[in-house]
């Protein structure tokens, strides 16, 4: 059995459906050895509805510690999923400092202070090309400011199936190479498959140039339901191997280890 880890899970405490306690209980059904919670953090200035309020921390980060507590039969990570924005680096590092976390990812949701995934009404006129390259810059820019363990959904543009007209790959190599020059870690995100893109993140056809590029990864399913733990964990790993991988990340106190699988 391959040991399994699913690093990426919302909670009532941002956007999620459910309490913690439920997500443990699917993740134990889901054959997961390691649950990890990653609420939505965002430090943009009008904080949309679907992240967690800033005051709120210290409680969860304290809810999931008596969780772990209370539980033996699987392990309970602590992660948070943090908005990139842009030129607010140091405010993003000040306020995560001196926070007890297993993890941190970094996503990137915004293009211009709009979301790119909440409508598919943000892409209608735009130029798809400046925003697919506007995408990945961005992304790029989060994985070298050193505040992350994890970079999240590192496609996520595709999230409403729009491709550009021309062809990505240099894109997802550039990507390749930037994360390995800052050693941080990729994510497969399942969750793209309940989406109207109906695959994975990143591009199943450019895996292969993660693996080349020698950038750990991680299999996450960006659960809001427990019903989502682990959800099309087994082809993911198959998709992974298929590519190339033979290893994944894992994480504690923010050190990383990595194990075969
Ligand atoms: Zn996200
Ligand atoms: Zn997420």
Same mark, same amino acid.
């Given at each position: 059995?391959?040991?399994?880890?699913?690093?990426?899970?919302?909670?009532?405490?941002?956007?999620?459906?459910? &309490?913690?306690? +439920?997500?443990? +209980?699917?993740?134990?059904?889901?054959?997961?050895?390691?649950?990890?919670?990653?609420?939505?953090? $965002?430090?943009?200035?009008?904080?949309?509805?679907?992240?967690?309020?800033? @005051?709120?921390?210290?409680?969860?980060?304290?809810?999931?510690? $008596?969780?772990?507590?209370?539980?033996?039969?699987?392990?309970?990570?602590?992660?948070?999923?943090?908005? %990139?924005?842009?030129?607010?680096?140091?405010?993003?590092?000040?306020?995560?400092?001196?926070?007890?976390?297993?993890?941190?990812?970094?996503?990137?949701? /915004?293009?211009?202070?709009?979301?790119?995934?909440?409508?598919?009404?943000? /892409?209608?006129?735009?130029?798809?090309?400046?925003?697919?390259?506007? %995408?990945? =810059?961005?992304?790029?820019?989060?994985?070298? @400011?050193?505040?992350?363990?994890?970079?999240?959904?590192?496609?996520?543009?595709?999230?409403?199936?729009?491709?550009?007209?021309? $062809?990505? =790959?240099?894109?997802?190599? =550039?990507?390749?190479?930037?994360?390995?020059?800052?050693?941080?870690?990729?994510?497969?995100?399942?969750?793209? !498959?309940?989406?109207?893109?109906?695959?994975?993140?990143? &591009?199943?056809?450019?895996? !292969?140039?993660? @693996?080349?590029?020698?950038?750990?990864?991680?299999?996450?399913?960006?659960?809001?339901?427990?019903?989502?733990?682990?959800? /099309?964990?087994?082809?993911?790993?198959?998709?992974?191997?298929?590519?190339?991988?033979?290893?994944?990340?894992?994480?504690? @106190?923010?050190?990383?280890?990595?194990?075969?699988?």
């Amino acid at each position: 059995m391959i040991y399994r880890t699913d690093y990426h899970i919302h909670t009532t405490f941002s956007d999620g459906k459910a &309490d913690p306690e +439920d997500y443990v +209980d699917a993740a134990l059904k889901a054959g997961i050895n390691e649950i990890g919670f990653s609420e939505h953090l $965002s430090l943009v200035k009008d904080r949309p509805d679907w992240c967690m309020e800033p @005051s709120q921390i210290m409680t969860y980060i304290n809810k999931i510690a $008596s969780l772990k507590e209370r539980t033996s039969d699987i392990k309970i990570r602590t992660g948070l999923e943090v908005d %990139y924005i842009p030129g607010a680096e140091k405010e993003t590092e000040l306020f995560l400092r001196d926070m007890d976390l297993d993890y941190r990812i970094g996503s990137v949701h /915004y293009l211009d202070q709009k979301t790119v995934d909440m409508n598919p009404g943000f /892409y209608k006129g735009k130029d798809i090309d400046l925003l697919y390259k506007g %995408y990945f =810059e961005t992304v790029m820019t989060a994985v070298s @400011s050193g505040l992350f363990d994890i970079i999240g959904h590192c496609d996520l543009i595709r999230i409403f199936g729009h491709k550009p007209s021309f $062809s990505p =790959e240099y894109l997802y190599r =550039e990507l390749a190479v930037c994360l390995k020059d800052n050693d941080i870690v990729f994510e497969l995100n399942t969750n793209g !498959r309940n989406k109207p893109l109906g695959d994975f993140y990143p &591009d199943r056809q450019y895996l !292969r140039l993660f @693996s080349e590029a020698g950038v750990p990864v991680c299999v996450n399913s960006d659960a809001h339901l427990p019903d989502r733990v682990g959800q /099309y964990f087994d082809e993911a790993y198959t998709l992974l191997k298929k590519s190339g991988f033979n290893e994944m990340a894992v994480f504690s @106190s923010r050190k990383r280890d990595i194990i075969p699988f």
